[in-house]
């Protein structure tokens, strides 16, 4: 969502909370005016003919600069994990529900097949474990330490290069963008950086769910703050 959008809805929510707080509107009503505030995704995945769910596999990796940070050291199998449980439960009662693979049928893959995923299309992999799409993901670049912070502090920045492949057109790729994420400072004293970098997992994760999917505008106003 740009930002003119969101300004948009921000205005229009305080607007509604003005109203509210007049005592023109009941709490229910404004709950009921609030509730579905559903903002569409930036890269949806469109639903194929005849089918009800659309399945997805995610393919994760991380550049070999972030095998120096222990915090990080599983990104590549945590963060889908996160988005496919994102996407997951956000979609549920969508006319057309997200069903992701589960990592281990991936994992049985790689084991069974005698190929080596990286030089393999992720669509063909994709296809052959039944999915629609595939949307691969590789973690360029996470950390909770800036160099114009103290380690007193954890701000946590991330580059992440995402490519979504429709599994019925070969290696054609359907998606293909640089997601940038920032997040708050928070004291050392206030949260320890094994917790944050695991909140900063969960909600770059969300970060790139909500690219995919309809989402809770609130929600998405929330996490830009």
Not at 13 to 42: F, H, N, Q, W
Not at 169 to 192: I, V
Request: net charge positive.
């Amino acid at each position: 969502m740009n930002r003119v959008t969101l300004s948009t809805l921000g205005a229009v929510v305080a607007g509604v909370m003005v109203v509210a707080a007049s005592g023109c509107i009941s709490p229910g009503s404004l709950g009921y005016l609030l509730r579905d505030t559903k903002a569409r995704p930036e890269h949806p995945l469109p639903a194929i003919k005849d089918k009800k769910e659309i399945v997805v596999l995610i393919i994760g990796s991380r550049s070999q600069n972030l095998g120096m940070d222990p915090m990080f050291a599983a990104i590549d199998r945590q963060l889908p994990g996160l988005i496919a449980r994102q996407m997951m439960a956000d979609t549920k009662d969508e006319k057309h529900p997200l069903v992701v693979i589960e990592q281990s049928k991936l994992d049985k893959w790689k084991q069974t097949s005698g190929a080596d995923i990286r030089t393999v299309s992720p669509a063909a992999v994709g296809k052959q474990l039944g999915a629609d799409y595939v949307i691969d993901v590789t973690v360029n670049a996470m950390s909770v330490f800036q160099p114009e912070l103290a380690r007193e502090f954890c701000k946590g920045k991330a580059s992440v290069d995402v490519v979504v492949f429709d599994c019925s057109q070969a290696d054609k790729k359907l998606q293909e963008y640089t997601h940038n994420s920032t997040q708050p400072e928070r004291s050392t004293g206030a949260m320890s950086p094994k917790d944050y970098a695991k909140w900063f997992t969960e909600r770059l994760a969300k970060e790139i769910a909500f690219r995919h999917i309809p989402h809770d505008s609130n929600e998405r106003l929330a996490m830009i703050k």
